[in-house]
């Protein structure tokens, strides 16, 4: 996981000149919805995340982004002699992703984009809070059998009102191990136009 955040780094680094240039970019945060498929079931995941992007023209972005879902609860239903009790349970699965690639835009207040970009997903299993310092020791402490490569088509839109606008991006987030793996990816949030 290291080698893919240097990666990105190493990408933007590169670029930057020519963002500068073009001067348009933006930041933005988002909270997401993941629907995994492991195989045995589908699993739902919320998370939240944050994105960067630069322009190379005036429809094509280089974008960067990374998410972090949060571990999964889930219900389990028993049934005694007396009377039946329902108990919430933590999973403890949680996913890291780290998308790049480019975005592919129209022009306009509301912008129509679609996107492929190209990354790594970890799944990993932790009974920590969920906090930024757990965060970081999480993406430090990506494993290579915990990592798959992803491929991620998506599509979306934006609407600007001056430099702050909303974003609304849905995709298949393709996953490989031990097989392909399809994944609904939604995410929503402000963005940051400069």
Same mark, same amino acid.
């Given at each position: 996981?290291?080698?893919?955040?240097?990666? !990105?780094?190493? *990408? $933007?680094?590169a670029l930057a000149p020519a963002a500068i240039a073009q001067?348009?970019?933006?930041?933005?945060?988002?909270?997401?919805?993941?629907?995994?498929?492991?195989?045995?079931?589908n699993e739902n995941f919320l998370g939240v995340g944050g994105r960067a992007s630069f322009g190379l023209s005036r429809y094509v972005q280089l974008e960067a982004e990374?998410?972090?879902? !949060?571990?999964? *609860? $889930?219900?389990?239903?028993?049934?005694?002699n007396s009377s039946g009790a329902v108990t919430f349970q933590r999973s403890n699965v949680r996913t890291i992703t780290g998308l790049f690639g480019p975005k592919f835009e129209t022009r306009g207040p509301v912008k129509v984009f679609a996107t492929v970009k190209g990354g790594a997903l970890d799944t990993f299993f932790s009974d920590v809070p969920a906090t930024f310092g757990n965060f970081t020791s999480s993406v430090s402490d990506a494993r290579a059998n915990n990592v798959s490569a992803v491929l991620y088509p998506g599509g979306g839109v934006e609407a600007f009102l001056g430099p702050i606008g909303f974003r609304l991006d849905v995709g298949d987030e393709i996953w490989f191990r031990g097989g392909t793996h399809n994944t609904l990816r939604v995410t929503f949030g402000p963005t940051i136009r400069f």
């Open positions: 996981m290291r080698k893919v955040i240097l990666f !990105f780094g190493c *990408a $933007f680094l001067d348009h970019g933006e930041v933005g945060a988002f909270a997401d919805y993941t629907r995994l498929n492991f195989g045995a079931g990374m998410n972090y879902d !949060f571990d999964r *609860a $889930f219900t389990e239903g028993f049934t005694d």
